[in-house]
């Protein structure tokens, strides 16, 4: 298997439940993102990892709470989220290396009741 | 101001139109290009990437940047229905973390 896989494709959740976003990349990259992506609106970044280590937290609501155990597998953890928070979330990977472009994956479509 | 500012159509063109989509930004630190192609429910594609100004041709795609003007475009030749996305402009200056910064994407449809 190739690229950058993200589960589950399609999330529904009520306000309190927990639940957790999987991405792993398959291309050797050494940096990992997470975005989210909401309807007529730019990709807003919100973590960044680099070799495991996290780098940027773009000012995200603690009730996000990401995890990269290795290069390979990035997790975000969902708890007590609002209905703001339904979007397309996005998982990205890159090599290390100025300017080298980012991979994205199919992202999880996540629905808050 | 936002730092990238891109029309986001729809642009509705017919099979075989040569595609003009665009991008203008403010900072002048940035020096790498990028346009990603979304198809709906998929996630963003890498399309083209450029360094600093010039040209950049690809099959049908052509990838330009005006550095000089702050503008970045993205011309398909031979449009064709499978064309048929939203192409989101990105770009950053490097660096650690490399971040990127979107457009908000043009809706393109290709009609047969």
């Known amino acids: 298997e190739t690229g950058v896989t993200q589960t589950p494709r399609h999330l529904v959740m009520g306000m309190t439940n927990k639940k957790s976003l999987k991405c792993e990349q398959h291309?050797?990259?050494?940096?990992m993102y997470w975005y989210k992506q909401s309807a007529k609106k730019p990709l807003e970044l919100m973590f960044v990892?680099?070799?495991?280590?996290?780098?940027e937290n773009n000012s995200v609501p603690s009730r996000f709470s990401p995890e990269c155990p290795n290069s390979s597998h990035l997790f975000l953890h969902l708890h007590t989220l609002q209905p703001e928070d339904s979007a397309l979330y996005l998982c990205?990977?890159?090599?290390?290396?100025?300017?080298?472009?980012?991979?994205f994956g199919d992202g999880t479509r996540l629905s808050i009741l | 101001q936002k730092e990238v500012e891109q029309d986001p159509g729809p642009l509705s063109v017919p099979e075989g139109a040569i595609v003009s989509l665009n991008c203008t930004y403010s900072?002048?630190?940035?020096?790498?290009f990028m346009w990603y192609r979304q198809y709906s429910r998929k996630g963003p594609e890498l399309l083209m990437y450029?360094?600093?100004?010039g040209n950049k041709e690809d099959g049908r795609f052509t990838a330009q940047v005006d550095k000089s003007s702050k503008y970045i475009s993205l011309f398909i030749r031979d449009s064709q229905p499978s064309d048929s996305a939203t192409y989101l402009c990105?770009?950053?200056?490097?660096?650690?973390?490399?971040?990127?910064?979107f457009g908000t994407g043009t809706l393109l449809a290709v009609q047969p």
């Open positions: 990205a990977s890159r090599r290390e290396g100025f300017g080298q472009p980012q991979h």
């Open positions: 291309l050797g990259h050494n940096a």
């Open positions: 990892y680099n070799f495991k280590e996290q780098t």
């Open positions: 900072n002048s630190a940035f020096q790498y």
């Open positions: 450029t360094y600093s100004s």
């Open positions: 990105a770009m950053t200056r490097g660096g650690a973390t490399n971040k990127l910064i």
